[in-house]
């Protein structure tokens, strides 16, 4: 079946501009998670859903970030007044969901964000 | 605060040798560990996890890791490598306490060269 898709796959926008990167998580998956990975480091996580809600965003860095997920599939992250040192590959999971941590992630292959 | 460290960058194996990569982490309990591997333009793929029970773990293409806890490590083997092995390799580790279930913490990464 289909993985987790992310689009665009790239993206290059100007010092100051507002973007949206898109994740569709795999069908009937409730958790769905947001990570950013800078060059030369792991994936840094940002924010995570159950379902509609953001259950913890607790790693988006500043409120220029703001996820959103309204009918509790697809998924958009909001990036306002990016800035250079948001240039990174920003990927998207999702997991079945239930308690702990038996759900496995399911990572897509990221949209790779460049700000000029 | 968790913390994930794998000392290796870059590490190059002939075709057919062993292979060791290191993961040490920082926990104040025993956490829950994964390795993932990402393929260059690839999402992360899960290759094992620990949660509990055998401290060595079997996961897929052939790769093991063995938990000890009295270094805390989680290090990642396989006994031949195999060129379609070269990729990135990413130790993670997660909160068994709580807190969102994919909420993982990850190392920088080492990054595996075969050579024919």
């Known amino acids: 079946g289909a993985g987790v898709s992310q689009t665009p796959s790239n993206k290059v926008t100007e010092k100051g501009k507002y973007v949206e990167l898109r994740c569709d998580p795999i069908?009937?998956?409730?958790?769905l998670y947001w990570y950013r990975q800078s060059l030369g480091q792991g994936p840094e996580f940002l924010i995570y859903f159950q379902g509609t809600g953001a259950a913890d965003d607790s790693g988006l860095p500043n409120d220029r970030f703001f996820a959103v997920r309204p009918e509790g599939s697809v998924s958009t992250l909001k990036i306002q007044r990016t800035e250079r040192g948001d240039s990174a590959v920003y990927l998207c999971?999702?997991?079945?969901?239930?308690?702990?941590?038996?759900?496995?992630?399911?990572f897509g292959n990221g949209t790779r964000l460049t700000v000029t | 605060a968790q913390s994930v460290t794998q000392p290796d960058i870059h590490i190059t194996v002939s075709e057919g040798a062993s292979l060791e990569l290191r993961c040490n982490y920082s926990?104040?309990?025993?956490?829950?560990l994964f390795w993932y591997v990402q393929s260059p333009g690839q999402g992360l793929q899960l290759l094992l996890k620990y949660f509990s029970g055998d401290t060595l773990v079997q996961g897929i293409k052939g790769f093991e890791a063995e938990f000890k806890r009295s270094q805390s490590s989680f290090n990642l083997r396989k006994p031949s490598v195999h060129w379609s092995d070269a990729a990135e390799y990413f130790c993670a580790v997660g909160d068994r306490d709580g807190g969102s279930q994919g909420n993982l913490i990850f190392g920088k990464g080492t990054k595996l060269s075969v050579k024919p």
């Open positions: 926990y104040g309990a025993t956490p829950y």
């Open positions: 999971a999702s997991s079945p969901g239930g308690t702990g941590m038996n759900s496995p992630l399911h």
């Open positions: 069908s009937g998956h409730t958790a």
